[in-house]
């Protein structure tokens, strides 16, 4: 069995909604958060309940849409996301105590349910299969994408729409920029793997597509496998030649990787082994969306976009190799040296 | 044929005891855990809860862990059932072939109630902290302390989480990914849920009655459940306690909270459970049902109930007068109580009831009773339209 990436709406710090980013080059922040550029919603979400939308579903909804807008209608629904409607907990949570746990309204609550996301897309496309929701920190989209692709082998489903999503929200940044995550020195993400530093940019999105088992189109970009684990130890470089075993792909196979490098001296080095042991193009993209639990899911769109286009964004390498066909991606990110996950795109 | 998966071990802790024989043994008394709500403050405690009676250094204790700021009780209940799961199924730790799918519903929420201001006001700068805030770092710290490395998840489908983590074991092993899945769910109670049930009108004041009449809402508990699902090849020599021989997932694409008053998709997701499993509904000799007592679930589940079994209902229960709604946690909690059942040929008492609802009339099982049990239909259904049925069966 094969899969497919049929379709892709992806809303993100760069103009991606549209496909604008390939001709406008990178969208630049000097602030360390990288916020989404968000589409008219009203183009594809009923203005009435648009109005009473929380933030990260209109995200997610928008992003929904237009997969749904260039594809077809999905039989079911996987969502990846690392904290979830993190702007209604803190609601919630913020008036349970300023009211003493007194007259409180439970829509927060409600909206605050890891799963809302999916539910109202389920809601707003009809869509009465399948519905799940993982939120495993940085490791959060690859799980849904193996569940998609369970999915697809099992044959209880043959279009899935699967994203990652995660938003920004003042607390989380607040709370995060205590702990010294993100850069304080005003950085533009053009410049974020320049020079020696500690901290990164905060970033967020919405990256969604419709995966099935044929192609929809004739330049299909396939998913070949994804895998997620968790070592604080590991050896990457072997955990990625066992992982492409499986697939029976080897890592000279791989002619792009793309890596999830942030600009964080101590967050990089972990990539450091598995991009000098090959000859493959490199590319980096959390300068172009920042860091965020589901940012693989923007590399996976960025992914699909190299394999289709044949063609790397300029502002995306770090190193070019004498490879100018792009027919198998490796991408490669990490949280804390802790959670890894790998997915390969193949023409 | 899909390959079989059994379960192997199982682990619980609920507001009636910890471990399987304090657990039977209370069900077979029909002694409810519901009760006052004792180790945290606050303006809801007149509502009663089905609360485990035992401190964080208790549980730290029963987890045969140090005592840390960071354990969130979700974890501690977690790590708990997960640890006698892995040891019924005699594992010390975890192998490359095994993983793991831990669920819950907001597992810090005792930490964000502590610790949240103090994180915004800077007063508290801890990393650790601000990780424990989320349902992943429970899952997370389980597989580690249990040496379990790949393909490790966390579920969040509010009610119907742990049903959905039993149901990916299952597809995970039938896939080939794993051979060895250990899955379940934790939830505590805390100040955040209690007042989001009690800002939706929802807490019973007086301890669910599920299948009753005069039903007035749910019950808050909280506890954790895990489960080892092995592949058939995994268990040669092994004690089975179970299969988990079918299961269905739908949405009802209705909406957030309120359930689709036709049933149409807790009917789909029974009758494609027992599908699965290669059985007819005359099959299922008991079903555990989500029966969470309000008035909108019992009615429309029991609706659902008929549609599937016309006259020939099984021996049905709720089993939330016992623990209360565990959220998260209720799928697998409900599992490992159909396990007891089968392994025990008992149906399980449904404690609160005492006259059936006037539009559908079912009379649940009110007294532990002796009878053959081969396979059980449990039902998980959550906010979101979440729909899970589990069929599981007898081991043979």
Known sequence: MK???????????????????????????????????????????????????????????????????????????????????????????????????????????????????????AIALGC?????????????????????????????????????????????????????????????????????????LMGEGAAFFIIGTKPNNGNPVQITGTHTFIDGNADIVSEAADFLGTLNLTIADIDTMILGRNGDAENDCVYDALENCCQANIVHYKHLCGEYRTSSAFAMWLGANILQRQQIPQCAIKRKSGKNNYSNILIYNHLNGTEHAFTVLSK | MPQRVFITGFGIISAIGNGADETLASLKAKRSGIGRLELFESALSNIPVGEIKKSALELSELAGIEHNVHNSRAFLLGLIAAKAAMQMAGYQKGYNRMGMIGSTTVAGQDLLDTYYTQMLDGTLVDAEM????????????????????????????????????????????RSGLADTMLVGGMDSLARFSLNGFNALEILSPTGCKPFDQDRNGITPGEGAAFLVLESEAKTAGKQKYGEIRGFANFNEAYHQTLVNPDGVYAEAAMRKAIETAGLQPADIDYLNAHGTGTEANDLVESKAIKSVFGDHLPHISSTKGFTGHT??????????????????????????????????????????????????????????????????????
């Not at chain 1, 497919?4 to 360390?32: C, K, M, V, W």
């Not at chain 1, 193996?146 to 709370?175: P, R, Y």
């Not at chain 2, 998260?328 to 599992?335: F, H």
Request: with cysteine.
């Open chain 1, 3 to 121: 899969a497919y990436i049929n379709a892709h709406g992806i809303i993100s710090p760069q103009r991606t909604f549209d496909g604008a980013f390939f001709e406008n080059g990178l969208e630049e922040y000097t602030q360390p958060q990288m916020h989404c550029i968000e589409p008219d919603y009203k183009e594809f979400i009923n203005p009435a309940k648009l109005r009473r939308m929380s933030r990260i579903l209109k995200m997610g909804l928008g992003a929904a849409s237009l997969c749904v807008q260039r594809g077809t209608q999905p039989d079911a629904i996987v969502i990846g996301s690392g904290f979830g409607c993190l702007a209604d907990l803190e609601k919630f949570q913020y008036a349970m105590k300023a009211e003493n746990e007194q007259l409180l309204s439970p829509t927060p609550f409600v909206n605050s349910s890891h799963n809302m996301i999916s539910s109202q897309i």
């Open chain 2, 327 to 396: 959220f998260a946690a209720a799928g697998a909690i409900e599992c490992v109580f159909s396990l007891l059942a089968i392994n025990n040929n008992l149906a399980l008492p449904n404690v609160g009831f005492s006259t059936p609802i006037d539009e559908t009339g079912i009379v649940p099982v009110t007294e532990p009773t002796s009878m053959k049990i081969n396979n059980i239909i449990s039902n998980s259904f959550g906010f979101g339209g979440n729909d899970t049925s589990l069929v599981i069966s007898k081991a043979e």
């Open chain 2, 130 to 173: 601000h990780r424990a805030f989320t349902g992943a770092d429970a899952t997370e710290k389980i597989a580690i302390t249990l040496g379990i490395k790949h393909n490790v998840t966390t579920i969040s489908t509010a009610c119907s989480s742990s049903a959905n983590a039993i149901m990916n074991g299952v597809r995970m092993i």
């Open chain 1, 128 to 200: 009465n299969g399948y519905n799940m929701t993982h939120f495993h920190a940085a490791l959060s989209f690859e799980n849904a994408l193996l569940d998609t692709l369970m999915l697809l082998n099992s044959g209880d489903a043959q279009n899935v729409l699967v994203g990652g999503i995660d938003e920004i929200t003042e607390q989380l940044f607040s709370i995060t920029d205590k702990l010294n995550i993100w850069r304080k020195d005003n950085c533009s993400n053009k410049n974020l793997f320049e020079g020696t530093h500690r901290g990164t």
